[in-house]
């Protein structure tokens, strides 16, 4: 599958963002869609994930009730909403694609090019 990210910038610590991602090719084996975020220094983390079919959505704890993933079927497209976005939420966000929803970027086969989500203070 091939994941094709729009989105990102300059938001101000507060402020709202929003990323998509469209997969394209999806087969058996793209089951499941996450966002992960990698910041300078750090590891990839996960941030949300979600499976095509179930109504189940999983959040890091760190954006539980500021950002919202969500998807529509029909454009083979997810989102992320991210509001009151803070000083941590400065990264690169990646969508992937898997066969299972976890937490663990070992589970996902396939990996958007990235976008770059900047705050100001």
């Known amino acids: 599958v091939q994941l094709v990210q729009s989105g990102g910038g300059v938001v101000q610590a507060g402020g709202s963002l929003r990323l998509s991602c469209v997969a394209s090719?999806?087969?058996?084996?793209?089951?499941?869609m996450a966002w992960f975020r990698q910041a300078p220094g750090k590891k990839r983390e996960f941030v949300a994930g979600?499976?095509?079919?179930?109504?189940?959505?999983y959040y890091a704890d760190a954006v539980k009730g500021r950002f919202s993933m969500s998807r529509d079927v029909a454009k083979d497209t997810v989102y992320l909403q991210m509001d009151s976005v803070g000083p941590e939420g400065a990264a690169v966000y990646y969508c992937?694609?898997?066969?299972?929803?976890?937490?663990?970027?070992?589970?996902?086969?396939?990996w958007g090019q990235g976008t770059q989500a900047t705050v100001s203070s």
């Open positions: 979600m499976s095509w079919s179930a109504p189940r959505i």
């Open positions: 992937a694609s898997g066969m299972g929803v976890g937490r663990r970027k070992e589970r996902y086969n396939d």
């Open positions: 090719g999806r087969a058996y084996d793209s089951l499941a």
